[in-house]
């Protein structure tokens, strides 16, 4: 089993800051994905990027960057130029490839951006 | 625009009724269709898989007699939450998958009070 580790319950940023949020997992697969889902208040899930584990180049989009390093299992969400709206609560999750889809995630790190 | 659909969005109901949650894949036609569940401050946690015309797969410590499931058509799921009690309080977000990197979409969750 696919196990997801967010060690950072709570973490607080101020505006137009960058912040890194961690994530590691446990696997023994090759092929395999690596969300970051952000859920604001409203408790709508988003996707915020994707990485496939089969690709080195670390994934980006606008604001968002992740470090993926496949050998140490190791997957943090890096947001730069903090905005308000970027207050949510952060999912990092895994998904196996071609064995039903599903996702696994973390516990979860809740993100506060200060004016 | 939504992809995902969910009704209602929350229901308060008594202990030991039933209560019907439908999920609606609005735009395309979903083959399969997750379910999660989410405590207050926790994670999201799957409960089972909906497979259109076949029966769901649940996921360990799942009570399926308690939790049913019907994906009768390509864009309708809907999850029973049958002689529910308080400890089935929670919020119910179902997903669709999309594309070729099997992206999921969620729905906006529903949130069943069990009094």
């Known amino acids: 089993a696919q196990t997801v580790t967010q060690s950072q319950p709570e973490m607080s940023v101020q505006e137009a800051e960058t912040v890194t949020l961690s994530c590691t997992y446990d696997?023994?697969?090759?092929?395999?994905?690596l969300f970051w889902y952000k859920q604001p208040p409203s408790r709508q899930m988003i996707l915020v990027i994707r990485?496939?584990?089969?690709?080195?180049q670390n994934a980006t989009e606008n604001r968002f960057s992740v470090n993926f390093q496949k050998a140490a299992k190791s997957f943090s969400l890096k947001i730069s130029d903090s905005q308000l709206g970027d207050t949510a609560m952060y999912f990092c999750?895994?998904?196996?490839?071609?064995?039903?889809?599903?996702?696994?995630f973390g516990k979860g790190t809740s993100l506060l951006v200060t004016p | 625009g939504a992809v995902v659909s969910q009704h209602p969005s929350w229901v308060i109901c008594k202990s030991g009724t039933s209560v019907k949650i439908e999920c609606r894949s609005l735009?395309?036609?979903?083959?399969?269709m997750f379910w999660y569940r989410q405590f207050p401050k926790q994670s999201l946690m799957l409960m089972a898989t909906?497979?259109?015309?076949?029966?769901?797969?649940?996921e360990q410590g799942v009570e399926k007699d308690k939790f049913l499931i019907n994906h009768a058509s390509l864009t309708l799921s809907t999850l029973t939450v049958t002689s529910a009690h308080p400890e089935d309080s929670s919020f119910y977000i179902c997903?669709?998958?999309?594309?070729?990197?099997?992206?999921?979409?969620f729905g906006p969750g529903t949130r069943l009070t069990v009094l």
């Open positions: 997903s669709v998958i999309r594309g070729i990197y099997n992206e999921q979409f």
């Open positions: 735009d395309f036609q979903a083959t399969t």
């Open positions: 696997t023994s697969e090759n092929n395999y994905y």
């Open positions: 999750a895994f998904m196996k490839v071609h064995s039903g889809y599903a996702l696994n």
């Open positions: 990485q496939e584990a089969y690709k080195q």
């Open positions: 909906s497979n259109e015309g076949s029966k769901a797969t649940y």
